[in-house]
């Protein structure tokens, strides 16, 4: 109860400062608050909790994405063995936020899985995440055996036809995809589009049948309700397990959307590179799974 | 005084030792820490005696406490702390409760060959291997049947359990646990020798510790001077013989009431049987006067007891004489080519994998400091393999050459040693790995990457692939520019060999970046980074 009154409150007043400091704050103070349709929210300058409760306010809300007796699953990056300050996963807060949201607007589970890269128990652990969720009372769930893999074809798709997803990809009512923003080798970037990989058993048929083809074909088979990008911490280098804190730019920034080519496209802006730069935006964009021209989409900006 | 207590602390003691080593090598899930491992194992005493040898200025405690246990009390060690000796015991019990009528009785002792073998193997480790060692220590031997052959069973029996209770929508209490593959030869040579043990063991009580344990040979030549014996009391012993149908040493001889301390395990069954209380417990009266049992060779070679035979150059020998056949062919590439021959068809459209890879070395743990070095003192006891969270340490065969066989290597099929874990260091009791520091650890170079271009699907595909670059933790595999695309280079300073790139090239049947072992492991430059900059200012929108 204390918590609602706290999203509730906080919210109000995030609401009324973003749209007054934000660069195109050509709202007005009293229109913002009931306007909820924008492809693209972009929230910076606070803690990754307080600019979710900003931005998904500025949406209209959990409610609208949650309905009551839902299962709802979570997917951050928990690729990797690494503390939160070397933004490797998702930020825990942020995780923990989410999960309250969604558990606020009646949801009946909220469940958290990720198929990591470095030993999984130790990534849940050491992330932080796995007691960001307990904490907030969801459900982790282990994603490190093909045995929570079942069989999907994948309808459309040029390169990635079927696959192994998690179960959970199979029997969840709503997912929201909450990738870190993060460098990447040969990706270039990974945003929300490449951490979906992390739903599929084998990676590696990915890495041999076309990647950025692969990535934008997974949205054939399900396509996430919710994006939120996490850029508090935002390691600009040698991504994507990164080699000190030196790969790190503090950003304080986050993004929300359910254009997945959107946010990617808003995010790569983050770090100053150029949507059409990164093949799978671009193959996304084609497919029509979103739009990656950002002028032609609405975008409120929230300034904690 | 009734001294069949003494039994009773026995059994406790030697099952609280068998569940705790058991438990040590079955914890898939790494439950207990590394300070458990390590205590858990300290008694051991191969280990014990290994690190005591190889530590310099160190000699365990653990080490000290079975020598003066053996002296104190005879060969306790053998009964209540040494693993595989309890687990015969158990097969032992299994038998006399199926066979109802299984008695032991007096035989003669296999003097000459327990002194051959441990004569054996104190040769082979003069002439520079511990092979005999690694095949024969009670210790590693059973770690290597729990690990190998426990463990499977109940990860079986945790994955059903993990199957009902996910379909149940419950994850919190078990997860699914996939094994590592363990070579063929790996597991079929545990098999032998757990079949061997359970059939001697069935049959004739404690005859592997008194025939072929080296450790039970030690120990049994310091029993002859231990404090406390047990005696058979002249003076009320009636010659029932009921002891006797008890020892499963097998080493009680009625008609002289005399008992071969040598073979003696401590078990106390004698004691606890006699309804005379003649079995007695006591600083020895007279260790001259109760005449040894008699060893001539001849006896020995001769006198067959009935019963199942054990032809006594038992299959370790013929073992022996095959793997050293197999050591002449012995050698990584050629333990490679025929792991990857069978690997074949994966199903992929990457034209790459085409050329092998070019292993000279087999990559040896962190910490070991170089091959030779850790050959000569790892008895593969595999509690580093159950203990590695990444799984990448696996048992060899011949990756090492015969001299290593069954010490673990770093596999990287199986998995990457993570940058940021110096477990295996932590609980070797050998001493074989050293325990490095994270900083340390960081900067110790187990081997090198080398990057294939042409099985690269970069090259061969011209698409984009990086999972080599995308987990290496040094950033010694990056991605240049190629074309439109970007392809590995390596650079070979600041690479530590984790194989964090093999394991993620997606190319088969050879993959495009490995890691050839360093033999005498280096140190590794640190990555430099500069620090990463961004021109958006604080509250700022890049669109
Ligand atoms: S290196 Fe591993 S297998 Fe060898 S002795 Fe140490 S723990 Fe046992
Ligand atoms: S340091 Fe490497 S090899 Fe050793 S336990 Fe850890 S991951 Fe395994
Ligand atoms: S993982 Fe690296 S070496 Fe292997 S195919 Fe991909 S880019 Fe090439």
């Known amino acids: 109860m204390k918590r609602r009154d706290f999203i509730r409150s906080s919210v109000g007043a995030g609401v009324a400062t973003g749209a007054a400091l934000s660069l195109g704050g050509a709202n007005s103070l009293l229109g913002a608050e009931a306007e909820t349709d924008f492809d693209l929210v972009a929230i910076r300058g606070g803690e990754p909790e307080v600019m979710f409760d900003k931005g998904i306010a500025a949406l209209g809300g959990m409610s609208r994405f949650v309905k009551p007796g839902q299962r709802v699953l979570v997917k951050p990056n928990i690729g990797w063995d690494r503390t939160p300050e070397r933004a490797g996963d998702t930020n825990p807060k942020l995780v923990r936020r989410i999960i309250e949201h969604c558990l606020d607007a009646g949801a009946k589970d909220v469940l958290v899985f990720d198929h990591t890269c470095h030993e999984w128990t130790k990534c849940y652990q050491h992330s932080g995440i796995e007691q960001a969720v307990a904490e907030a009372g969801g459900k982790i769930v282990p994603g490190n055996s093909e045995r929570y893999y079942k069989h999907v074809d994948v309808k459309g798709g040029v390169k990635l036809k079927e696959t192994d997803v998690h179960e959970l990809m199979l029997n969840t009512d709503v997912f929201i995809n909450v990738p870190v923003l993060k460098n990447h080798n040969s990706a270039k970037m990974t945003i929300a589009m490449k951490n979906l990989m992390g739903c599929v058993w084998d990676r590696g048929y990915y890495h041999k049948n076309d990647l950025h083809q692969c990535i934008a074909d997974f949205l054939h088979f399900r396509k996430p309700d919710l994006n939120v990008v996490d850029a508090y911490r935002v390691m600009t280098q040698n991504g994507p397990v990164g080699v000190s804190l030196d790969d790190l730019v503090t950003m304080k920034s986050q993004l929300i959307s359910t254009d997945i080519v959107a946010i990617d496209a808003a995010a790569a802006k983050f770090v100053g590179m150029d949507p059409s730069e990164i093949n799978h935006i671009k193959l996304a964009s084609e497919a029509g799974f979103g739009t990656m021209d950002l002028s032609k989409l609405k975008i409120k900006r929230i300034v904690v | ?543």
């Open chain 2, 1 to 543: 005084m009734k001294l069949s207590i003494l039994k009773k602390i026995r059994v406790v003691l030697a099952l609280f030792f068998f569940l705790l080593l058991s438990a040590v090598f079955i914890d898939f899930r790494g439950t207990f820490g590394d300070a458990f491992y390590q205590w858990a194992v300290s008694l051991q005493f191969v280990p014990a005696l290994m690190k005591t040898i190889t530590v310099a200025g160190v000699v365990a405690w653990g080490l000290i406490a079975v020598l003066l246990l053996t002296l104190l009390f005879g060969r306790v060690y053998c009964s209540a702390i040494c693993p595989l000796g309890i687990m015969q015991d158990v097969v032992s019990w299994v038998s006399r409760k199926v066979k109802k009528k299984h008695r032991y009785k007096f035989r003669k002792a296999w003097t000459i060959t327990r002194y051959t073998i441990l004569g054996l193997l104190l040769l082979v480790v003069l002439l520079g291997g511990i092979t005999l060692l690694t095949v024969l220590d009670p210790y590693s031997l059973f770690g290597r049947i729990a690990s190998y052959l426990f463990k499977p069973v109940v990860v079986w029996v945790n994955n059903l359990g993990a199957t009902a209770l996910s379909s149940a929508d419950v994850y919190s209490i078990l997860y699914q646990y996939d094994l590592a593959p363990v070579q063929w030869a790996v597991l079929g040579t545990t098999i032998l020798f757990f079949i061997l043990i359970i059939v001697m063991a069935f049959n004739r009580g404690r005859l592997y510790c008194n025939s072929i344990c080296p450790v039970g040979t030690v120990l049994g030549f310091l029993s002859k001077y231990s404090l406390f014996k047990i005696e058979l009391d002249h003076d009320t012993c009636t010659q029932c013989g009921k002891c006797m149908r008890v020892c499963k040493a097998e080493c009680i001889n009625i008609k002289h009431q005399t008992i071969d301390y040598s073979r003696c395990v401590a078990c106390y069954n004698c004691i606890d049987t006699c309804p005379e209380d003649a079995a007695v417990y006591r600083i020895s009266r007279k260790g001259k006067k109760e005449k040894t049992v008699d060893l001539k060779p001849a006896n020995v070679m001769v006198a067959q007891p009935k019963g199942p035979q054990m032809n006594k150059r038992s299959f370790l020998f013929t073992a022996g004489a095959g793997m050293a056949a197999l050591a002449g062919v012995a050698s990584v590439k050629k333990v490679q080519a025929a792991a990857t021959a069978q690997q074949g068809s994966t199903i992929h459209s990457s034209n790459g994998g085409k050329i092998p890879e070019d292993k000279n070395y087999a990559v040896s743990p962190p910490g070991s400091e170089s091959i030779e070095r850790f050959n000569d003192i790892c008895t593969g006891c595999s509690l580093c393999v159950s203990a590695c969270p990444s799984k990448v340490l696996q048992p060899s065969f011949l990756e090492y050459g015969l001299a290593g066989m069954l010490q673990p290597h770093m596999d990287f099929h199986a998995g990457l040693c993570n940058f940021d874990c110096t477990t295996c260091g932590e609980i070797c009791p050998t001493g074989a790995i050293k325990p490095l520091t994270m900083e340390q650890k960081h900067v110790t170079q187990v081997g090198k990457a080398h990057f294939i271009k042409a099985n690269c699907i970069v090259e061969t595909d011209g698409t984009d692939c990086g999972a080599c670059s995308e987990h290496c933790p040094t950033k010694a595999v990056h991605m240049v520019p190629y074309g439109d695309l970007v392809i590995p280079e390596v650079t070979e300073d600041i690479c530590v060999g984790c194989g964090a790139c093999e394991h993620a090239c997606p190319v088969t049947p050879h993959r495009a970046i490995y890691v050839d072992g360093n033999p005498v492991h280096l140190e590794a430059k640190k990555p430099e980074t500069e620090k990463a900059k961004s021109d958006l200012k604080a509250g700022e929108f890049p669109f």
